[in-house]
């Protein structure tokens, strides 16, 4: 998806259910002018903390305040759902605060500096960290404490080791096919199972094999026409934050494990990335993409013009849902791997600010509202993935959430996303753990931009920009 707003409003339409920032908001392009900024409050306001909750007179509610970005429609959509809690019981209310999307950084910012955030609501991963950084945001560690099963480890987002959110909702990432492509070339589909992932190599070997000019030749064979190419055999998402991927899979990264220091200048991440562009350049396998766009299943798989194309699990709901009932026969796989199997998965967040008077309702109403029961309508589609453990260790539960028509086969389902989520594999993207990842990832896209057209180099890009983005990490 281009960006949060659009995400929020396919949930808007996709169910009358709470409308979160789900976990393809993430993929904001580095060219985007639509995502707000993410700064966090201003320094008058780093101090603050959590204000210890007050108890209400008895019979008297509990009344928090939850803001979310969109029009008053969207506003009012939100509320219904959050109708059905205050409904639920007699303790809480819950009253929706609704920003428009252009100015709602600004607003909370505002809101901050004179101490009248509200109690919880919406934040765009790459904000979450940098406004715990400033004191903003509550532990939200006991969310889940006695309920028998909390969200996967991955969809925690931590700040010098305290869990300050959870994502709303799951993604990670996949490799999507065309399965009649490969049954026309006779070639085997891709693995769904983790344990047969394929290396670096056979990805490109197979996708030599799918890639066809207008005379029918291949690349390596006398007379193919790069030039003439009618049908690509892979695409690889190169949007900064999946591109991270690959550096990771082949030994490297974008930063160090605690996010602190930059590796994306190391060689194992230029050579990761290098790969991809060669893709393009000198396997001749893949069409140009400046990772500008985050369109690729749209302009790769649903198109017809590509084999195989890496990009978030949403894509089933937001996108192939409707090819699929136009006739198209795509199939999910794990994605192919350098030296180490990864993927990431990402999730929009919910917060509980810290100038909250009532951290105790607010998690109480998270909890609620993010639970799968409430978001049934954007999980049955295939948008949301579950954050809770039980949904993908508990096969009557997986069975509930998978074992429908608008997903692909419940086995190839299984294995390909939901015990691939729960594996070793799967990573929390960057904005979980550390700071600046707007700055960087957009610093990222514009220096990579001359090496997917093969104008320079990875490795000469990312040089020539390095102190830059170490800068950009630091927030400088």
Not at 289 to 295: F, M
Not at 304 to 316: E, L, P, Q, S
Not at 410 to 439: L, M
């Amino acid at each position: 998806m281009g960006s949060t707003k659009r995400v929020w409003k396919i949930a808007t339409l996709a169910s009358m259910v709470p409308v979160l920032i789900a976990g393809c908001s993430s993929t904001t392009t580095s060219t985007s002018t639509s995502a707000p900024a993410t700064s966090a409050p201003a320094a008058t306001t780093a101090t603050a903390t959590a204000t210890t909750a007050t108890t209400a007179t008895k019979g008297e509610k509990v009344k928090i305040t939850y803001s979310m970005w969109g029009s008053a429609e969207e506003g009012n959509t939100t509320q219904k759902a959050i109708d059905k809690f205050n409904a639920s019981q007699d303790r809480i209310q819950v009253e929706v605060v609704a920003i428009p999307w252009e100015s709602y950084i600004t607003k909370l910012n505002t809101m901050a500096t004179a101490k009248q955030l509200p109690d919880a609501g919406m934040l765009k991963e790459d904000a979450v960290v940098q406004w715990s950084s400033q004191g903003m945001l509550n532990d939200v560690s006991a969310m889940y404490e006695g309920t028998g099963s909390k969200p996967l480890d991955s969809l925690a987002y931590k700040y010098k080791g305290k869990t300050v959110a959870y994502a709303a909702a799951n993604e990670i990432l996949l490799l999507y096919y065309n399965k009649d492509m490969f049954d026309k070339a006779k070639v085997s589909y891709p693995p769904s199972s983790l344990d047969k992932a394929w290396t670096w190599d056979q990805f490109v070997e197979t996708a030599k094999k799918l890639t066809v000019d207008k005379k029918g030749k291949h690349p390596g064979e006398d007379g193919f026409d790069p030039q003439g190419i009618v049908q690509f055999g892979a695409s690889i998402e190169n949007l900064a934050w999946q591109l991270e991927t690959w550096a990771i899979s082949n030994g490297g990264g974008y930063y160090n494990k605690d996010g602190t220091e930059v590796r994306i200048g190391e060689d194992a991440s230029i050579e990761a990335i290098q790969k991809v562009a060669d893709l393009y350049l000198k396997d001749h396998v893949a069409p140009l993409s400046v990772g500008q766009t985050d369109d690729g299943i749209q302009r790769t798989i649903i198109a017809g013009t590509v084999a195989m194309a890496t990009n978030g699990a949403w894509n089933v709901g937001t996108s192939l849902n409707t090819a699929k009932k136009e006739g198209l026969n795509y199939g999910v796989a794990v994605l192919p791997y350098m030296k180490e199997k990864t993927t990431l998965n990402t999730g929009g967040a919910n917060v509980v600010f810290s100038q909250t008077k009532h951290p105790a309702e607010a998690m109480e109403f998270l909890k609620w509202y993010t639970s799968e029961e409430n978001n049934w309508g954007l999980i049955s589609e295939g948008i949301w993935m579950p954050t809770l453990e039980k949904w993908y260790k508990d096969e009557t539960l997986t069975h509930k959430w998978v074992d429908n028509p608008n997903f692909p086969p419940y086995a190839q389902y299984k294995s390909a996303v939901v015990d691939y989520a729960q594996s070793s594999a799967a990573r929390p993207a960057s904005w979980f753990y550390t700071n600046n990842t707007t700055e960087f990832n957009n610093l990222v896209g514009s220096t990579l931009g001359d090496v997917w057209t093969g104008k320079t180099t990875a490795k000469d890009a990312i040089t020539k920009n390095l102190d830059k983005l170490k800068a950009a990490n630091k927030g400088k």
